[in-house]
């Protein structure tokens, strides 16, 4: 009953609404989900399993107290693992910027940290991602989740994306990926009507499905592009009690 309630939301309901008022209603949730089975990094809550979520549902997907689904968890455990960016003065800039990572970004006194976007009211600044509203060469980090898969070009927002990034600086740029997989990015501007994108691309607000040419793309600005893998970094163990999808890839580029 659960699983198509939350799909039927998540298909009817404008996500920036959703925004709004979802957290009060999972953090209620949460009673139903005490244990310890399940940990989210971000919030360091524990629970008996993580609460279904997606359009298509998906099992132990989303943390009832800080709204984490297993990407965020995926990006926060790399930050604090692989890398010394939340330990340092670094600005970082953050696109579409996810509740749960919000609140742990602003705690953190040592970072300068910039959300922005153009329609989530959530972000600080309001910017479209194919002209962002900075000088160039000035952020040390930039995070872009589920983003491009949602933009007119997203070659222009990679442009972008490179431009504002400091030399040598870094992101984390996350697209979904339906499988399976097709080999190259799949786009139409011919398509517009929402039913017909939801099944060529998976999502009726999306304009693309991205392919197994995804790195290229990336690479395609003039960004250096690392793949890597969760079990690079984390124990089998901890995949699973921090409920990773292990079939989820980091894509990592530097400038």
């Not at 198509?4 to 996500?15: A, C, D, E, M």
């Not at 940990?39 to 609460?51: R, T, V, Y």
């Not at 070659?155 to 190259?184: D, S, T, W």
């Amino acid at each position: 009953m659960i699983k198509p309630f939350i799909g039927f939301l998540l298909k009817k309901v404008p996500r920036t609404y959703l925004q709004r008022v979802s957290k009060p209603i999972f953090k209620l949730l949460s009673a139903f989900y005490i244990g310890n089975n399940v940990e989210c990094p971000i919030c360091n809550k524990k629970f008996s399993k993580f609460f279904p979520y997606g359009r298509v549902t998906r099992e132990n997907a989303l943390c009832t107290n800080c709204l984490s689904l297993e990407r965020h968890r995926l990006i926060f455990i790399y930050l604090n693992k692989k890398t010394s960016i939340l330990n340092k003065n670094n600005k970082i800039l953050h696109i579409a910027p996810e509740n749960c990572l919000i609140e742990t970004f602003k705690k953190n006194k040592k970072i300068d940290y910039v959300t922005a976007d153009l329609n989530s009211p959530l972000a600080d600044i309001k910017m479209d991602i194919h002209n962002m509203p900075f000088d160039d060469n000035i952020f040390d980090f930039v995070i872009c989740n589920h983003v491009l898969e949602h933009v007119d070009n997203d070659i222009k927002a990679l442009q972008e994306i490179k431009r504002v990034l400091k030399k040598g600086g870094k992101g984390i740029v996350q697209v979904p990926f339906y499988f399976p997989i097709p080999k190259i990015t799949i786009e139409d501007k011919n398509i517009v009507d929402k039913k017909e994108r939801e099944i060529v691309y998976g999502q009726s607000d999306h304009v693309r499905k991205y392919g197994k040419d995804y790195k290229k793309r990336l690479s395609s600005v003039g960004l250096k592009v690392d793949k890597i893998k969760s079990n690079k970094f984390l124990e089998k163990d901890k995949i699973s009690r921090y409920g990773i999808d292990e079939k989820e890839d980091l894509f990592l580029v530097t400038k």
